[in-house]
């Protein structure tokens, strides 16, 4: 029987020929995400607006797709708060409708990209902490916010880039390595990073 790969989890058991063969499944490195992505709420302006500025709402930071991560070993994902990204995004990046949005839409404005990833529900943020509750829904929401430098937001989003890197934090500009831990690539909750912002 083929031993697995070191570092990634396998999946639970299953007795079948080809578990016996090659032995037991392992979860695909960028599989497992632990957030509820809720895709069908990406169209509430409500909720995107209440999940944006709540207090256990975190931000992952990207600059030319490269995101955030801390300087610590093994390599970990950064995560933002509100106060982080602000001085780019607005106060509220989703006061406006969907309908409004198209039809107020001007080429020559640069728009900061601001894409919701899901929600985790897995636990409480912390203590202090309370979390996000929208209908059936609670946990902490999470959001990718490119802070690439270009058009008339390039002093905002410097701003912002310069703030992370004071803190130590890097861009994980290598798009084909896959050196983060098996655990925080495919399940980062199991990280401590997952939680802690930057």
């Not at 106060?91 to 929600?119: C, H, M, R, Y």
């Not at 890197?165 to 890097?170: D, M």
Request: proline share 8%.
């Amino acid at each position: 029987m083929a031993s697995s790969f070191p570092g990634l989890p396998e999946l639970p058991g299953d007795d079948s020929m080809l578990s016996r063969k090659f032995g037991r499944e392992v979860a695909n490195y960028f599989s497992g995400n632990p957030l509820n992505r809720l895709s069908f709420l990406r169209t509430d302006h409500t909720f995107l607006h209440s999940a944006f500025a709540h207090p256990a709402a975190r931000f992952l930071l990207v600059e030319d797709l490269a995101p955030a991560v801390e300087p610590e070993k093994p390599l970990r994902l950064a995560f933002a708060t509100f106060a982080d990204v602000s001085p780019l995004t607005g106060p509220d990046p989703f006061a406006k409708t969907e309908a409004e949005l198209i039809n107020d839409f001007n080429s020559e404005e640069t728009q900061t990209l601001v894409l919701f990833l899901g929600i985790d529900e897995s636990e409480s943020l912390s203590a202090s902490t309370k979390d996000f509750a929208y209908k059936n829904y609670k946990g902490s929401p999470y959001f990718a916010v490119d802070i690439t430098a270009r058009g008339d937001s390039v002093d905002k989003a410097k701003g912002v880039s310069d703030a992370a890197r004071a803190k130590g934090q890097s861009f994980h500009t290598n798009v084909r390595a896959m050196n983060l831990p098996a655990g925080e690539g495919n399940n980062p909750r199991t990280a401590a990073s997952w939680r802690r912002p930057c």
